[in-house]
C-alpha cells in the first residue's frame, strides 16, 4: 500500500527546494529533460511496448489504444512540448495589482507556485511529461497517480526525468509518481489535503465524476468533449466537409475530436450524402435522428443517449435543427462544455453562435481540434478546463499559479 505520510514529507521538503530555484535553472532543467528524453526513447519505448502488448490482450479500442501509444515522433513531440515550456515566460513573480494606502503601506497582489499539484489520470503516457513541464516551470511539485494501462510507459518517462534532476543537483521529489495501480489508492490519494493543494482529473467522464464527487482536495475539472459542429443553412461545402473530416477522424481519442453534428434542416440534403460520402473513407458510422437518417445510405437510428455521447471512436451523431435557436439550444443542454463549431457565411449567425454557446472554446469555419495548449500559444497543456473557476479552456503556466499578497510599511499600526 502506498505510504503517503512518506510522500508527503518528500513533496513538501521538494515544494521547499522549488521555492529557492530561479528561472534559469527551471528552465535549464527543462531542456536538459527534453534532450534525455530523446536519449533514452529506446527504454521508453520498450516500456509502452509492455503496455501495449497487455493492451492488446484485454481488447483496447481503438481511441485508447491510440492516446497509449507511442513511438518516435510522439517522443519527438513530447520533447518540443518541453522545450516550447522552457521558452515561454516565467509566470511567477508578477505584481498583479499594487495599492498604496493611504497610510503609506505598498499592498502588491503577486503570483506564486499552488505548492504541490496532483493529476490523476488515465491511459496517455504523454500527460506524464506535460503535467510535470508544465507544474515545474509554474515551481510547483506534482504528484501523478496514471492508469494502469500506461503505469510502465510513466515509470520509465519518470525515471528519465529523475535522472536529470539528480544530475542538476536538484530534488527529484518535483515529480512523484505513485506506481500502485490499485483503485483504492486513488481514492486515498484523493483525502490528502494536508498536503496537496489542488487536484487535477484527467481522463473520461467517468474519472472526472468520481474525483469530483469524493475529493476532500480542491478540484480544477477537466471535461469530457462532446464536441459539436454545427451546419447552418447557409455555407461553403467544400469547407464543411474538410472541417467535419478533421475534426472527427484526425485523432478519434481526444477530447478536442467532434463527436455530435447539428445540421440545419434547410442544409440536411446538401451536406448528409456529400459528408457520408466523406467519413466513408474512414469507416464512420452515423448515428442519425428521424429527419436526417433518409438522406444517408448507411444511417444508423440515434438514440437519445447518443446526443449526449463521448464516443471516442469513428461514430458521430447527427441532430436536424429548424434554426439557429434550435441549435444553440441543443448544444448548450448536450455539450460538456468542451468546445463547439459553427459552420456558416451568415455573419449574425455567426455572431450568435460565439456569444450564445456556454463552451470553453467556441469556433467559427475552424476544425475543433485546434482546442489544445500548444495551438494556443500556451506551450504544453495540463488539460482543458470545463469549469469557470480559476481556470477555463486550455491550462497553461498561468493557469498552475496562485497569488499571494505582499504588504509593506515602516511602522503603520491599525487605528
Known amino acids: 500500500m502506498t505510504d503517503f505520510k512518506e510522500i508527503s514529507k518528500k513533496a513538501l521538503k521538494a515544494k521547499s527546494f522549488m521555492n529557492k530555484l530561479d528561472t534559469d535553472k527551471r ?11 530523446i536519449k533514452d526513447k529506446d527504454s521508453i519505448l520498450q516500456a509502452n511496448k509492455k503496455d501495449i502488448e497487455r493492451a492488446v490482450a484485454a481488447n483496447m479500442n ?100 529523475k535522472d536529470t534532476l539528480n544530475e542538476l543537483s536538484i530534488d527529484e521529489n518535483a ?22 493543494d489542488v487536484l487535477i482529473p484527467r481522463g473520461g467522464a467517468g474519472l472526472i465524476k468520481t474525483v469530483v464527487e469524493n475529493s476532500l482536495i480542491p478540484v480544477i475539472e477537466t471535461g469530457t468533449g462532446n464536441c459539436h459542429i454545427y451546419i447552418d443553412e447557409d455555407f461553403d461545402l467544400d469547407k464543411a466537409l474538410d472541417i467535419i473530416y478533421n475534426a472527427k477522424t484526425q485523432r478519434i481519442g481526444v477530447c478536442n475530436a467532434a463527436e455530435s453534428l447539428v445540421v440545419n434542416k434547410k442544409s440536411l440534403e446538401k451536406i448528409l450524402p456529400a459528408m457520408e460520402k466523406r467519413l466513408a473513407e474512414k469507416n464512420v458510422e452515423l448515428r442519425a435522428d428521424d429527419d436526417s437518417i433518409g438522406y444517408l445510405t448507411g444511417g444508423v437510428k440515434a438514440t437519445e443517449e447518443d446526443f449526449y455521447k463521448e464516443y471516442l471512436d469513428y461514430i458521430m451523431s447527427i441532430k436536424t435543427v429548424n434554426n439557429l435557436d434550435e441549435a444553440i439550444e441543443h448544444i448548450n443542454e448536450c455539450s460538456t462544455g468542451h468546445s463547439e463549431c459553427i ?26 481540434r485546434f482546442s489544445d495548449g500548444f495551438e494556443f500559444g500556451l506551450g504544453a497543456e495540463i488539460g482543458i478546463s470545463t469549469q469557470k473557476l480559476h481556470a477555463r479552456g486550455p491550462m497553461g503556466l498561468n493557469e498552475l499559479t496562485t497569488y499571494k499578497y505582499i504588504i509593506t510599511g515602516n511602522g503603520q499600526v491599525r487605528q
Not at 27 to 37: F, I, R, W
Not at 113 to 133: H, K, L, M, Q, S
Open 27 to 37: 528552465n535549464e532543467a527543462l531542456l536538459k529533460v527534453a534532450e534525455n528524453l
Open 343 to 368: 459552420i456558416s457565411n451568415i455573419q449574425s449567425n455567426i455572431d450568435r453562435f460565439l456569444k450564445e454557446i456556454d463552451s470553453a472554446c467556441v469556433y467559427a469555419n475552424v476544425s475543433t
Open 62 to 161: 481503438e481511441g485508447r489504444m491510440d492516446r497509449l501509444k507511442l513511438d518516435d515522433k510522439r517522443i519527438a513531440q513530447m520533447a518540443e512540448g518541453v522545450r516550447q515550456v522552457a521558452e515561454l515566460p516565467d509566470p511567477l513573480g508578477h505584481v498583479l495589482k499594487e495599492y498604496t494606502h493611504a497610510n503609506g503601506m505598498v499592498i502588491k497582489k503577486v503570483s506564486v507556485p499552488f505548492g504541490v499539484v496532483g493529476i490523476i489520470y488515465e491511459n496517455r503516457p504523454n500527460v506524464t511529461v506535460d503535467a510535470w513541464a508544465l507544474t515545474f516551470k509554474a515551481g510547483n511539485v506534482v504528484i501523478l497517480k496514471g492508469g494502469s494501462d500506461a503505469i510502465e510507459s510513466n515509470i520509465a518517462i519518470t525515471k528519465s526525468i
Open 175 to 196: 515529480i512523484i509518481l505513485i506506481e500502485d495501480t490499485d483503485r483504492a489508492v486513488a481514492t486515498e490519494f484523493m483525502k490528502q489535503k494536508s498536503f496537496v
